[in-house]
C-alpha cells in the first residue's frame, strides 16, 4: 500500500494513545477542563473536572507501538508528514521530528514564544488553554520574549502555520491514512475529506 514513489500522509488523533488510558472518551471528558489546569503556586481545582479523577497523567504516558511506528514509516521515507489532532505530544516522545508533524490543536508540552515564535517541548504539562503566559521567556539569542500555551480552546482559531501546512500537505498527497479518528472534529477534516482511504 506505502510506495517509495508516492507522497503519502497519516492523520491521526487520540484513539492511537489508549493504551495509555488516554482514550478518546477521556480527552473529550477533560477538554473543558484544560481552562481549568493550574500551574505551579495556583489554588488547586477540586471537582468533578478535577485532573485527580484520571488514573492516568498526561506526563506518565508513553509513545504506543502505533506512534513508534508511524515514526519509522516517516524515518524510511514511506510517510512524507502526519498530521494530528492529539494534544498528548506523544508524537514528539515517539522521535517524530517537528518539521513532519503538524499539531492542530496545540500540545499540553509544548510552548512558544509570543515574539520570535521559537517552541519549546517539555517533559512536563505547563498548564494553561488557550495561549496564556506561563511565566517563562525565551532563550533564544537577542529575544527574551514571553512564553504562552499552544492549547487551543473551543472557541480559538487553529494554528495559522499548521493548519495551512496540513492543507498543503493533503492537497499533494497521493493516500492519507486515517488512524484513531472517527473523523467528526472540524475543521480538521475539510481539506483531505474528498481523498480519504480508510483501512
Avoid at 18 to 30: M, Q
Avoid at 74 to 93: C, M, P, S, W
Wanted: net charge negative.
Amino acid at each position: 500500500m506505502l510506495k517509495d514513489d508516492e507522497k503519502d500522509i497519516i492523520y491521526s488523533n487520540q484513539i492511537i494513545s489508549n493504551n495509555n488510558n488516554l482514550s478518546e472518551e477521556n480527552i473529550e471528558t477533560k477538554q473543558p477542563s484544560l481552562n481549568k489546569r493550574g500551574r505551579e503556586g495556583d489554588e488547586a481545582v477540586v471537582g468533578e473536572d478535577s485532573p485527580s479523577m484520571y488514573q492516568h497523567s498526561f506526563e506518565s504516558a508513553t509513545p504506543t507501538i502505533t506512534h513508534r511506528s508511524i515514526t519509522r514509516l516517516v524515518q524510511l521515507g514511506l510517510v512524507e508528514y502526519v498530521i494530528t489532532q492529539n494534544v498528548d505530544g506523544l508524537h514528539r516522545r515517539s522521535g517524530l521530528s517537528r518539521s513532519k508533524l503538524a499539531v492542530l490543536h496545540g500540545c499540553l508540552f509544548t510552548e512558544i514564544c509570543e515574539k520570535c515564535k521559537t517552541e519549546y517541548f517539555r517533559n512536563f504539562d505547563i498548564g494553561g488553554v488557550s495561549f496564556q503566559k506561563t511565566g517563562r521567556y525565551c532563550t533564544e539569542l537577542g529575544c527574551s520574549g514571553e512564553l504562552q500555551d499552544t492549547i487551543l480552546d473551543w472557541e480559538d482559531e487553529l494554528p495559522v502555520e499548521d493548519w495551512a501546512l496540513s492543507q498543503d500537505q493533503c492537497q499533494k498527497s497521493d493516500l492519507i491514512l486515517a488512524i484513531g479518528t472517527s473523523l467528526r472534529i472540524e475543521p480538521g477534516k475539510q481539506s483531505f475529506v474528498s481523498k480519504l482511504s480508510l483501512y
